[in-house]
């Protein structure tokens, strides 16, 4: 079994390697240059595991699902509303805040789950990774 994983974990990794080597002398053949691959901050790895533990099941960085995109959410709402908004969604709707009823209603009235476990600088990190994809 150990061995089996060590040799596929060889072969993607000589895979991978490949492919980047390929995909460079093509581009340096045709005098394309190719983005740099996007480094993640420290607080966006972290947000991107959050996000995919809590969030992805409902939304996406940057396009609409079940919910709306996260990308530029913290650019949109006062940071101390999101934190209440996720802390606790059904009592936003129930206080009648505006910002939350548009939410609400955008969304087919689907309710979103909350997330009192979620501290600040957890919020934070998910929405740092959210915004990478602006």
């Avoid at 002398?25 to 691959?37: D, H, R, T, V, W």
Wanted: net charge negative; aromatic share 10%.
């Amino acid at each position: 079994m150990i061995l089996a994983v060590g040799i596929c974990a060889g072969v993607v990794l000589y895979i991978d390697q490949n492919i980047v080597t390929s995909s460079t002398k093509f581009a340096e053949q045709s005098g394309q240059l190719l983005p740099p691959k996007p480094q993640f901050t420290e607080q966006q790895l972290l947000g991107q595991n959050l996000f995919k533990a809590n969030c992805a099941s409902c939304h996406k960085p940057n396009k609409r699902a079940v919910g709306p995109a996260l990308a530029g959410v913290s650019n949109k709402y006062d940071r101390e509303w999101i934190y209440s908004w996720i802390e606790d969604p059904q009592a936003k709707i129930a206080s009648g805040d505006a910002a939350a009823l548009q939410i609400y209603n955008d969304f087919n009235k689907t309710n979103m789950n909350a997330f009192p476990q979620l501290s600040h600088e957890d919020i934070d990190a998910i929405l740092a990774y959210a915004d990478f994809y602006l």
